[in-house]
């Protein structure tokens, strides 16, 4: 099913319009948690070329997200509750976009390269089950289009939560 994923050219809006069924393709035969996340983030990658990309888990016993399947530099592994862009967007429970992420108080820093930020979290009965975190190398590269496109993705697919 892997070849199902075309590259797409166009608007940031029309690249998500087309991805998000190739996505839901990709993934809708295979239960394993972290073979769709891993497909997911892949996905994601190749499409839009975003510098950083991928899931932090809720670990709830240690009271943090734990790194899960990503495509970008070496990352941080453990990020507490309420910290850092990820974990306020947990803490939260709501998606958080980051124009520069110099000028969010207690951003964490794993790459120096990132220069802005947006954090989508993935409920599945009511709970944060992780996070989806993309950094981009460029200062303001999200906008609202991406927040309403990834938020919709993050519904869609937080089913795949429901054995995780």
């Not at 709970?127 to 993050?154: G, H, P, W």
């Amino acid at each position: 099913m892997a070849e199902t994923l075309q590259l797409i050219k166009g608007s940031r809006e029309g690249r998500y319009k087309v991805l998000l069924p190739q996505i839901s393709a990709l993934i809708a035969d295979e239960p394993d948690l972290i073979a769709n996340c891993a497909n997911i983030v892949a996905a994601l990658r190749q499409t839009f070329g975003f510098f950083w990309i991928g899931f932090y888990f809720v670990n709830d016993k240690d009271n943090c997200l734990v790194l899960g399947p990503f495509q970008g530099d070496i990352a941080c592994t453990r990020i507490g509750f309420g910290k850092g862009v990820c974990g306020t967007a947990w803490q939260r429970a709501e998606t958080i976009l980051v124009p520069d992420v110099e000028q969010f108080e207690g951003h964490i820093a794993c790459s120096s390269a990132s220069k802005s930020e947006i954090v989508v979290p993935i409920l599945f009965n009511g709970n944060v089950r992780c996070v989806l975190d993309i950094d981009s190398d460029q200062l303001d590269d999200f906008t609202e289009i991406d927040k309403q496109y990834l938020e919709v993705m993050a519904t869609n697919f937080a089913y795949l939560f429901s054995n995780g």
